[in-house]
Each structure stands twice: as structure tokens, then as C-alpha cells.
Nanobody, 121 residues
Framework: VQLQASGGGLVQAGGSLRLSCVVS????????MGWFRQGPGYEREFVAA????????SYGDSVKGRFTISRDNALNTVYLQMKTLKPEDTAVYYC???????????????WGQGTQVTVSS
């Protein structure tokens, strides 16, 4: 199983980025997806999650109203659209797959390698 995250980069405060995560090798049927982030000196933090059907979503308090998670199951891809970025959004962003969408990172068994997002002020 591989999760390949991409789309990170350097952006000015107020800007936007869209992260993508392609899942391969997961053949056990339906799986839910999550995005987490980890800034320097911080623990890994829940950002967003989405269930297999793409309707049920949840967000961390710090990103509600600014970030949107979505997925395209035909492409085995989950997205994280980030708008109105702030310097405090700077972190490595990780995608994860698991049996249920959750804010708890221990509910996810598969993780991507992370993509760096840096927001300058």
C-alpha cells in the first residue's frame, strides 16, 4: 500500500494550495481518508477527514471554513483545498487511510510521506 501526497509548496499568507494524495495497493474495499499536519515542535494534528462515499466530512477547528476535503474514488485520490492560508498553517501535511474517518491518528493504518506547506507572512 502506498499513499503519495503532493501539492505542497511556498505561498504567501492569504493564498491557496491544493494537496493531492493518490492511494495505490489498497484492495480491501472501502477506506476512509484523513489529512493531518505536523509543524516544527508540535504533535501531529488532525486537519480533515472524509468517508468513502465523499459526503461525510469533518474538520479540525483551526481550519474550518478555510479548508475543504474531497475525494475521487475512480482516481483513488483525496484532495485538500486550502484557502486563506495563514503562517500558522505551515507544516508537513500527511494523508492517511483507515477503516473509518476519524480525528484520531491511531485509527489510520496507512500513511503517506508528507508534503511541506510553508506560508509566509
Amino acid at each position: 500500500v502506498q499513499l503519495q501526497a503532493s501539492g505542497g509548496g511556498l505561498v504567501q499568507a492569504g493564498g491557496s494550495l491544493r494537496l493531492s494524495c493518490v492511494v495505490s495497493g489498497l484492495t480491501k474495499g472501502h477506506y476512509d481518508m484523513g489529512w493531518f499536519r505536523q509543524g516544527p515542535g508540535y504533535e501531529r494534528e488532525f486537519v480533515a477527514a472524509i468517508a468513502w462515499g465523499g459526503v461525510a466530512t469533518s474538520y479540525g477547528d483551526s481550519v474550518k471554513g478555510r479548508f475543504t476535503i474531497s475525494r475521487d474514488n475512480a482516481l483513488n485520490t483525496v484532495y485538500l483545498q486550502m484557502k486563506t492560508l495563514k503562517p500558522e498553517d505551515t507544516a508537513v501535511y500527511y494523508c492517511a487511510a483507515g477503516p473509518r474517518s476519524s480525528w484520531d491518528k491511531t485509527d489510520y493504518g496507512y500513511w503517506g510521506q508528507g508534503t511541506q506547506v510553508t506560508v509566509s507572512s
